[in-house]
């Protein structure tokens, strides 16, 4: 599998077969996380946009494997704040990098920053585009809950307008012969290019504004965040930040094998009384983030 140099952008500038790829060799990381493979590469992480799990997970993962990182956890630390291009910015950081890291809140800048690039960018959320990492975390966690990633049915919840997260996993499962059910409010339903992404692959997909009448469809319960920062319209945001609250009581009807997922942070969506259910994986998703982070950094630079 030839993935040196190449940038990830959207999940779907990866093959299955690249996918599964990667998720193999994340199971390799898994057994064995500190091998020094990256000795003498400096990772650059551009972050222009808040971030704890993607940005940490990043900087653990070249850590763990002998590597040195260098970059920014704001756009207001660094130059850009004078008002220096994102062009710029990249040209720049590539001099003193072997690959870059990057989170902006412009949907295209992680492609127009790989155009611009001579080093590979790794895309870790494009406003409301694209989040292709925390879809192969998320392709991980299933596989790893489930046994395989085909044929299962995921139930998504929440803000499938802005979410990112959710549109690349849709367009990511459509290669595994997924059932998609859709659970929103009628001002955040999924977008129509990602459904008519659903449609051509002859798949089926759902819509729902009750999240019970869902449940008990899931293999995956994919509940996400309202995304605040995202709306123009303040009052919108207030009218729909609490339309679903998953708790534990909701549970009962679901399947032995469900697990729920969020790619987090959660605000309130999910009650804290679902911790402690068997079927809660949210935590042990955001530590399989590591794995994938280091298989993919691994691949690009051409070192597995
Ligand atoms: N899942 C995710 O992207 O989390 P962060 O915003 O904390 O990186």
Redesign the pocket.
């Known amino acids: 599998m030839d993935l040196k140099n190449r940038s990830l952008v959207s999940i779907t500038d990866f093959s299955k077969e690249e996918i599964l790829y990667i998720l193999d060799l994340a199971e390799e990381f898994e057994k064995d996380q500190r091998q020094q493979i990256l000795n003498k590469h400096v990772i650059a992480s551009l972050f222009f946009?808040?971030?704890?799990?993607?940005?940490?997970?990043f900087e653990s993962a070249v850590q763990y494997l002998g590597g040195s990182i260098i970059g920014f956890a704001s756009a207001d630390t660094s130059s850009v704040k004078k008002g220096e291009s994102l062009k710029d910015t990249i040209l720049t950081v590539s001099n003193y990098s072997d690959l870059i890291v990057m989170?902006n809140p412009l949907d295209g800048s992680a492609r127009y920053a790989s155009e611009v690039s001579p080093v590979p960018i790794i895309n870790?959320?494009d406003g409301a585009n694209q989040?292709p990492t925390?879809c192969l975390l998320d392709l991980y966690s299933i596989r790893k809950t489930q046994g395989s990633l085909e044929n299962i049915d995921i139930v998504m919840v929440g803000d499938l307008k802005y979410g990112r997260?959710v549109h690349s996993l849709v367009q990511a499962l459509s290669l595994f012969n997924a059932t998609f059910h859709f659970v929103s409010p009628e001002s955040l339903k999924m977008p129509s290019s990602v459904k008519t992404w659903v449609k051509n692959a002859n798949l089926e997909y759902k819509q729902y504004t009750d999240l019970s009448e869902a449940i008990p469809h899931a293999d995956i319960l994919y509940m996400t965040r309202v995304q605040g920062e995202r709306f123009p319209d303040p009052l919108e945001y207030e009218r729909v930040k609490n339309a679903y609250i998953l708790e534990n009581s909701m549970l009962g009807k679901s399947k032995e094998n469900m697990k729920v997922l969020h790619?987090?942070?959660r605000v309130n969506e999910i009650n804290e009384d679902v911790d402690n259910n068997p079927k809660a994986y949210y935590f042990q998703q955001?530590k399989n983030?590591v794995y994938v982070r280091q298989a993919l950094i691994a691949a690009i630079l051409g070192l597995k």
């Open positions: 946009e808040p971030s704890t799990r993607t940005r940490l997970s989170r870790a959320g989040h925390q997260t790619p987090l942070p955001a983030g």
